[in-house]
């Protein structure tokens, strides 16, 4: 019997596909871990996507899943689809029809309503969410027909836009220029362009629910709506950039190394100052020690010896406590 690889540490980036849920992603990967001759591996993911949704699905493994809780708290940015006309019990395509409106609102009035979605907001969540009412799973609930009665719950919209134009340093404005043959619909000498659907881009912090959004949006708009697309294309620092197919995911499982597609534990903490420690301060922290004297700002850091993570730590008024210790070896294999 051949010797196990060791337990990996870090994060891979997964692009979900649609159809996919966050649990069966996390089981695929441990698969093709095991698969690819690793010894066992703690495994989590970094937030639920719907498996109606696609997109980027941060998964932890080993010591990185130490850090999946901040992931969790990490806003979001996605892009998604209203589809006006028909709001479903679901608030997404998979649904019942349960409202019908024969309004199509025009473009140049989906560009208006936007700036009062943005900021902070009160939302209610969908039925179907995994929010528990009562100690039982919404969806649960809803899906057994009961009428589930879904609390207010504030959060940020940072940004909203158009997605053809998405760029935080952007007006909103710029999403309606004469680009494509369209005209500006601030112009009131161009022609009213109506909207069937309008494909949308939020920044949103956690516990935003997009489907939420999409029905609110189309309510103000004098209809209804629902999403029919969903893809998550940032979540906290990482990238659709960074993110691997679920072939690609299966070749592990198959040889291929899988230091290709593994990235680093401290790329979860790259919005994160680093804080150098000498080998004999890092043994400290290990041992879950108080630094004292500290040069360094108050604030959260990622304390590292020469380039491996130690702990994350807090510093205030120049003393520095172990928020999250790591263990990790201290030369990288």
Same mark, same amino acid.
Request: hydrophobic share 40%; charged share 25%.
């Given at each position: 019997?051949?010797?196990?690889k060791?337990?990996?540490?870090?994060?891979?980036?997964?692009?979900?596909?649609r159809?996919?849920?966050?649990?069966?992603?996390?089981?695929?990967?441990?698969?093709?871990?095991?698969?690819?001759?690793?010894?066992?591996?703690?495994?989590?993911?970094?937030?639920?996507?719907?498996?109606?949704?696609?997109?980027?699905?941060?998964?932890?493994?080993?010591?990185?899943?130490?850090?999946?809780?901040?992931?969790?708290?990490?806003?979001?940015?996605?892009?998604?689809?209203?589809?006006?006309?028909?709001?479903?019990?679901?608030?997404?395509?998979?649904?019942?029809?349960?409202?019908?409106?024969?309004?199509?609102?025009?473009?140049?009035?989906?560009?208006?309503?936007?700036?009062?979605?943005?900021g902070?907001?009160?939302?209610?969540?969908?039925?179907?969410?995994?929010?528990?009412?009562?100690?039982?799973? &919404?969806? /649960?609930? #809803? @899906? %057994?027909?009961?009428?589930?009665?879904?609390? +207010?719950?504030?959060?940020? =919209?940072?940004?909203?836009?158009?997605?053809s134009?998405?760029?935080?340093?952007?007006?909103?404005?710029?999403?309606?220029?004469?680009?494509?043959?369209?005209?500006?619909?601030y112009d009131?000498?161009?022609?009213?362009?109506?909207?069937?659907s309008?494909?949308?881009?939020?920044?949103?912090s956690?516990?935003?629910?997009?489907?939420?959004? &999409?029905? /609110?949006? #189309? @309510? %103000?708009?004098?209809?209804?709506?629902?999403? +029919?697309?969903?893809?998550? =294309?940032?979540?906290?620092?990482?990238?659709?950039?960074?993110?691997?197919?679920?072939?690609?995911?299966?070749?592990?499982?198959?040889?291929?190394p899988?230091?290709?597609?593994?990235l680093?534990?401290?790329?979860g903490?790259?919005?994160?100052?680093?804080?150098?420690?000498?080998?004999?301060d890092a043994?400290?922290?290990?041992?879950?020690?108080?630094?004292?004297?500290?040069?360094?700002?108050?604030?959260?850091?990622?304390?590292?010896?020469?380039?491996?993570?130690?702990?994350?730590?807090?510093?205030?008024?120049?003393?520095?406590?172990?928020?999250r210790?790591?263990?990790?070896?201290?030369?990288?294999?």
């Amino acid at each position: 019997m051949s010797e196990k690889k060791p337990s990996p540490h870090g994060w891979i980036i997964l692009d979900k596909p649609r159809g996919l849920g966050s649990t069966q992603a996390v089981a695929a990967v441990k698969r093709n871990l095991r698969e690819g001759g690793y010894a066992k591996t703690k495994v989590g993911h970094g937030g639920t996507l719907d498996p109606l949704a696609e997109g980027i699905l941060p998964i932890a493994l080993g010591e990185a899943t130490k850090l999946a809780g901040r992931m969790l708290d990490a806003s979001k940015i996605y892009d998604f689809t209203i589809q006006f006309g028909e709001e479903t019990d679901t608030l997404d395509s998979e649904g019942e029809v349960v409202k019908r409106s024969d309004r199509h609102p025009p473009l140049a009035a989906v560009a208006a309503v936007l700036e009062h979605f943005t900021g902070e907001i009160e939302q209610v969540p969908p039925a179907f969410s995994a929010i528990k009412v009562d100690g039982k799973r &919404a969806y /649960d609930r #809803a @899906r %057994a027909g009961e009428e589930v009665a879904m609390q +207010t719950r504030k959060v940020t =919209i940072h940004s909203l836009r158009l997605a053809s134009a998405y760029d935080e340093d952007e007006p909103l404005n710029s999403a309606f220029a004469n680009t494509g043959g369209r005209p500006d619909p601030y112009d009131p000498q161009a022609p009213l362009v109506i909207a069937s659907s309008v494909t949308l881009t939020a920044h949103v912090s956690k516990g935003t629910y997009i489907r939420s959004l &999409a029905r /609110d949006i #189309a @309510r %103000a708009l004098g209809t209804c709506g629902h999403v +029919t697309y969903l893809r998550r =294309i940032k979540a906290g620092p990482f990238l659709e950039a960074q993110a691997i197919s679920l072939d690609n995911l299966n070749e592990i499982g198959k040889g291929a190394p899988l230091s290709d597609l593994l990235l680093p534990l401290e790329a979860g903490l790259d919005d994160i100052p680093a804080l150098s420690l000498s080998q004999t301060d890092a043994q400290a922290v290990r041992q879950g020690r108080v630094l004292s004297e500290m040069p360094q700002p108050s604030g959260l850091y990622c304390a590292m010896l020469d380039s491996v993570p130690v702990a994350l730590m807090e510093i205030e008024d120049g003393t520095a406590k172990v928020v999250r210790g790591f263990n990790l070896p201290d030369v990288a294999e």
